[in-house]
């Protein structure tokens, strides 16, 4: 839903201004964008197994905080309408935290990469305002993660999904433009912890609204 009320609202900027001169985005073209991203989850997990009948903790959970970095997108116009972008970031790094049971207990932390793969479409390639939407597919890195007491070591699996993206690129000149554009990114991950010598797992769905706000220009 909001994915389709973003679109409905670029879309419209888009018609609305389209009789303004600008230049005119063509096959072969090379977008650069980069500005600060932010990723926000919208977090789910099982419980962690293994935990109630080991030490009597029932209902323990994991949740995973927001993050900001600096993200880059490369975008090939394969044809004047159609691109083929690449979704990259320097590293983020996010507090797991815990939920249910243990609810504001900090258990670790972890950084991630999230390179991505999208096919977009243009609607307006000629004038200064240009919207477009895009899927594609994700693959997220875990990597320095880091377990807090009274976790004792924390692991979480690498994850493949679906990314879906809208956004806007407007004219400041024939060089230059801003963009603002968001991804739905479909992020699972299993987390594995010990605690006090007891190994448990949770399936932590993460599935996280990315914003960026970015300058940009073309080759």
Do not use: C
């Amino acid at each position: 839903m909001m994915m389709k009320k973003i679109t409905g609202t670029l879309l419209g900027m888009g018609a609305a201004l389209l009789a303004t001169a600008g230049w005119a985005l063509e096959a072969g073209d090379v977008l650069v964008r980069l500005g600060p991203a932010g990723v926000f989850p919208n977090d789910r997990s099982t419980e962690f197994n293994n935990l109630g009948p080991a030490l009597g903790i029932y209902g323990a959970k994991a949740g995973v905080g927001n993050a900001w970095s600096a993200g880059l997108t490369l975008a090939y116009m394969a044809t004047d309408n159609i691109g083929i972008e690449l979704v990259a970031a320097w590293p983020f790094k996010h507090t797991i935290r815990g939920d249910g049971a243990i609810n504001g207990i900090n258990i670790g932390d972890t950084k991630q990469l999230p390179p991505t793969l999208l096919a977009q479409y243009y609607f307006f390639p000629k004038g200064p305002v240009r919207p477009y939407i895009g899927a594609g597919i994700n693959y997220t890195i875990f990597f320095d993660t880091n377990a807090k007491s009274p976790v004792e070591n924390l692991d979480l699996t690498n994850s493949w999904g679906f990314a879906g993206e809208a956004g806007v690129d407007v004219d400041l000149n024939k060089d230059w433009f801003v963009n603002v554009s968001g991804w739905y990114m479909d992020i699972d991950t299993r987390a594995k912890a010990e605690v006090a010598g007891v190994t448990t797992k949770s399936q932590v769905n993460i599935d996280p609204w990315v914003f960026m706000f970015a300058i940009g220009t073309h080759f």
